[in-house]
């Protein structure tokens, strides 16, 4: 279908301008690990609460990184002015869409892969058995970040004060992110671990209403 | 002209009946005391913003959907209005919430949501005097308003689900079981009459929007010549 | 009666919030009206 093909040309085109440079991914990364540090001083680390709040943290600190990758997302396209190449490369606008959010998805994967044995040493937290629902719960985390993102990049590349604006309209919008995945994460690196799968299917369900709303209404917001 | 003052007359006289209502006829509940009265007012304008908040929201579709002007003025028209609604929602609570129960303000699913609508229509409105040309703030804001209003209700499961604790206290009129019957009357009374005052100010709101139209019409002419 | 002041307090600010943003509105819209005059009696005759 011309959507995939589209889309995969598209998606190796964001996958190859990243990692020739890998600037996005090397700032984030180093930004997360910052953010991670000053956690660490601003509360009491090594101590018991310190654990409780961890998975907060570690969500709040994936989420200020975001607000900080996705600028560039559309910006990019709207200082090389290759945004109107682009929706003439394409049937479906979607497609930039679906290609941009999976580049996206995995920057962000990438970026919390390279992060987490720092915070598990931070936090004295092993995570190794806990892996696979813990990589689930990043997975479908990262894919709700990642489509509000999206779409609030194409936004904000659009108007003034981007870099402000960014996470002033990102953020809020992500608040159900956040909390799900912040208490699963939680109870995943627990004493007692136990799997939320309600909480798991929470965040599949904000990921499907997100994509599904992006799927609808994408090509507007890229409109001359 | 004269419907819109005839609106406002209305709008004034069930407001001042309303109040006599929430004062004169409504009983004084037997725990809470007089306190309680706030919460005709309070409820009553969460109610009605939230019914402002989902017309603006239609109206966003409307824009994206068929291009009209009028959509984009009735979605920023109900976006204000909402906003002051729900502002009023959130100042009032924690007036009575205080003497009642002792604290200002609790993290429970219907504060938290309610909280983050209104920053998300504060973002709207502050996306709007950041984008200037007309069509493209219209468009873009019409598809954040969109965004917003879908996450509202994914806000407040995600709390409900997973942030709740103790019983929290039901401080935004949870009350609507068991509610003394002439309560629930002198209540949707109070219901009735918001809605009828926000229709007012949408109306007045509107006509303001439209007028700025007509004044950047009328200068670009006049640049014109 | 105790929390009266409370009570009132509560009427006050939320009636005074719809008030200033009604006032607003009328203020705004009666700027406009001019301006649409001044604007409308600024062009030329006959447009």
Request: contains cysteine.
């Amino acid at each position: 279908m011309a959507l995939f093909s589209n889309t995969a040309t598209l998606l190796s085109k964001e996958l190859r301008t990243e990692f020739r440079s890998r600037e996005l991914l090397t700032t984030t990364s180093v930004f997360i690990l910052i953010v991670l540090v000053l956690f660490s001083f601003a509360t009491n680390p090594g101590t018991e609460e310190a654990r409780q709040f961890a998975p907060g943290l570690l969500w709040l600190a994936i989420l200020f990184a975001s607000s900080l990758m996705f600028q560039s997302c559309f910006l990019r396209e709207q200082v090389n002015d290759t945004l109107s190449s682009l929706r003439l490369a394409v049937s479906d606008p979607f497609a930039i869409f679906l290609a941009k959010l999976i580049a996206n998805t995995l920057f962000l994967l990438l970026t919390e892969a390279l992060m987490l044995p720092f915070f598990a040493i931070f936090y004295n937290i092993s995570l190794w058995s806990k892996l696979p629902a813990l990589s689930l719960v990043l997975l479908l985390g990262s894919v709700g970040i990642a489509v509000a993102g999206t779409a609030i990049s194409a936004i904000s590349a659009q108007a003034r004060m981007r870099e402000l604006l960014l996470p002033l309209l990102l953020l809020p919008l992500l608040t159900p992110v956040l909390v799900v995945s912040a208490t699963v994460t939680g109870s995943l690196l627990d004493r007692d671990p136990v799997v939320q799968w309600k909480g798991i299917a929470f965040l599949g369900v904000f990921d499907v209403v997100f994509l599904t709303a992006l799927w609808i209404f994408g090509q507007y917001f890229l409109e001359e | 002209m004269t419907k819109r003052i005839l609106l406002g007359v209305v709008a004034t006289a069930l407001i001042i009946a309303a109040a006599y209502a929430n004062f004169y006829i409504a009983p004084t509940e037997r725990t809470m005391g007089v306190i309680q009265r706030i919460f005709y007012f309070h409820a009553a304008t969460a109610w009605a913003g939230e019914m402002v908040f989902f017309v603006c929201f239609v109206a966003n579709l409307l824009y994206v959907w068929k291009r009209e002007q009028k959509y984009d003025w009735l979605g920023v028209t109900c976006a204000e209005v909402g906003l002051a609604c729900i502002t009023i929602v959130l100042i009032t609570g924690p007036i009575w919430a205080k003497p009642v129960w002792g604290i200002y303000w609790t993290w429970d699913a219907r504060l938290t949501s309610t909280f983050v609508l209104w920053l998300l229509y504060v973002s709207y409105l502050l996306l709007r005097t950041l984008i200037e040309e007309p069509g493209r703030r219209a468009l873009l804001s019409a598809l954040f308003g969109i965004f917003a209003f879908l996450d509202v209700p994914l806000v407040f499961f995600s709390i409900r689900w997973w942030r709740t604790q103790h019983p929290a206290p039901v401080i935004m009129g949870g009350q609507g079981s068991g509610l003394d019957p002439t309560m629930k009357k002198v209540f949707f009374f109070n219901v009735l009459v918001m809605h009828i005052f926000c229709l007012f100010l949408i109306v007045e709101r509107y006509v303001l929007e439209k007028l700025r139209h007509d004044v950047d019409l009328l200068q670009r002419e006049a640049e014109v010549q | 009666m105790k929390n009266l002041d409370s009570v009132f307090a509560a009427y006050v600010v939320g009636w005074g919030i719809f008030f200033i943003f009604f006032i607003s509105i009328v203020r705004r819209t009666s700027a406009l009206r001019s301006e649409v005059d001044r604007l409308k009696n600024s062009l030329p005759r006959g447009k």
